[in-house]
């Protein structure tokens, strides 16, 4: 993805979710697989990339936009020769429940989305948290804070890894004992 680019619909760029195809030739094709924009209906400057799982399932963020203004959790499917279409499957309701997804998404074997986000729960500033989203029979996405950084073990946490044993781990651009940041994890 990139974070300007598309649409000026929103006093600027919006940003684009692309694809590349490799070509028989080794040339490359470019293609646009979403331009986004200001509407509530849609977010809009995502910053990072987007996560694809083993079955071909497509998942993205942006840092804006949505209902609320705080930023989403999309999904794109190919809809046919070169289509797709984008579903939002969460939109970010305020600073506390998180805001601003800014890093790639992680998506484990059970098909559950973990991202960080900021938020202004234990912080002035966007200290932020760590979030995991399940999928429901319904077709519906079950929203969690997993954890809620305060200063101390962290402010404004990057993207996230996880091992065999279901661990997430991370880094944070502040925070901790010197201020500098710190390297975490988090055990289910």
């Not at 999904?75 to 939002?88: D, S, V």
Request: glycine share 20%; aromatic share 14%.
């Amino acid at each position: 993805m990139t974070y300007s680019g598309g649409l000026v619909g929103c006093g600027g760029y919006c940003g684009v979710a692309f694809q590349l195809a490799h070509n028989a030739d080794g040339s490359w094709t470019y293609h646009v697989m979403h331009r986004f924009d200001s509407f509530k209906s849609d977010g809009y400057l995502p910053y990072g990339s987007i996560t694809v799982g083993v079955n071909g399932s497509a998942y993205g963020a942006t840092t804006h936009g949505g209902p609320n203004g705080g930023g989403t959790v999309f999904k794109p499917t190919p809809t046919g020769k070169g289509h797709w279409k984008e579903t939002l499957i969460y939109t970010f309701p305020n600073g506390d429940y998180g805001t601003g997804p800014g890093s790639n998404l992680l998506l484990d074997e059970a098909r559950k989305l973990y991202g960080t986000a900021g938020s202004f729960f234990y912080c002035d500033g966007a200290c932020g948290l760590v979030f995991e989203l399940s999928p429901q029979k319904n077709g519906e996405w079950n929203y969690t804070v997993v954890h809620h950084f305060n200063m101390t073990d962290g402010d404004f946490p990057n993207g996230l890894t996880m091992d065999n044993q279901g661990n997430l781990y991370g880094t944070t651009t502040r925070g901790g004992k010197y201020g500098y940041g710190v390297v975490f994890e988090l055990t289910p």
